[in-house]
C-alpha cells in the first residue's frame, strides 16, 4: 500500500488527496500525518526538501511535489483522467494546474506572513501586489461578473 504523507492545513496535500478520491485509489493510498515542527518525523528522509506532500511507493521510492504526485496517481489509473493524452489539451490542463498551484503559493505566503511575522516587518508592497496578481488570474468572466455585483450593491 502506498502512504501519502501530508497535513491536513497543506492546500497542496489536499489536491492530491481530491486526486485520490476522483481516481478511485483510496483503497490503495493509507494517510500518514506528518509533523513538520519535528526533525525526526521519518518526512525527512523520505523527501530530501522536507515538504509535504510526499507519496511513498510500495518500494520506498518516494514522489514529492504535488504536480508529480497527481500525474503519477493519474497514470497508475489508467491515465487519461485528470491530464489528457491529446497534447493541446494536455498542456490546456497543465496551464491550469500552474496557474491554481501559483495561488495556492500566494495564499501559503499570506498566511505565513500574517502567522509568522511581526506586524512592522510585513512587507506593505507584498500586501498590496499579491491581491492584485491573484485578481488578475481570475478569468475575465469572474471579474466582470464580481464587479457587476458591487456596482449592485451600492
Do not use: W
Request: with cysteine; aromatic share 6%; proline share 8%.
Amino acid at each position: 500500500m502506498m502512504i501519502l504523507r501530508s497535513a491536513p492545513p497543506s492546500p497542496f496535500a489536499r489536491k492530491v488527496r481530491m486526486a485520490i478520491l476522483m481516481l478511485g485509489l483510496a483503497d490503495r493510498v493509507e494517510i500518514k500525518p506528518v509533523d513538520l515542527n519535528d526533525p525526526a518525523d521519518p518526512l525527512r528522509r523520505e523527501n530530501p526538501l522536507g515538504k509535504i506532500p510526499a507519496l511513498v511507493l510500495d518500494d520506498g521510492t518516494t514522489f514529492y511535489d504535488s504536480r508529480v504526485i497527481v500525474e503519477y496517481l493519474d497514470h497508475l489509473a489508467g491515465g487519461d483522467k485528470l491530464f489528457p493524452r491529446d497534447p493541446a489539451a494536455r498542456f490546456a490542463q497543465l496551464r491550469l494546474q500552474a496557474l491554481c498551484d501559483g495561488l495556492l503559493d500566494a495564499g501559503v505566503l499570506i498566511v505565513y506572513e500574517g502567522r509568522y511575522r511581526r506586524r512592522r516587518c510585513m512587507c506593505r508592497a507584498g500586501s498590496i501586489v499579491r491581491p492584485a496578481r491573484s485578481r488578475a488570474a481570475l478569468p475575465r468572466s469572474s471579474r466582470s461578473r464580481r464587479r457587476s455585483r458591487r456596482r449592485s450593491d451600492r
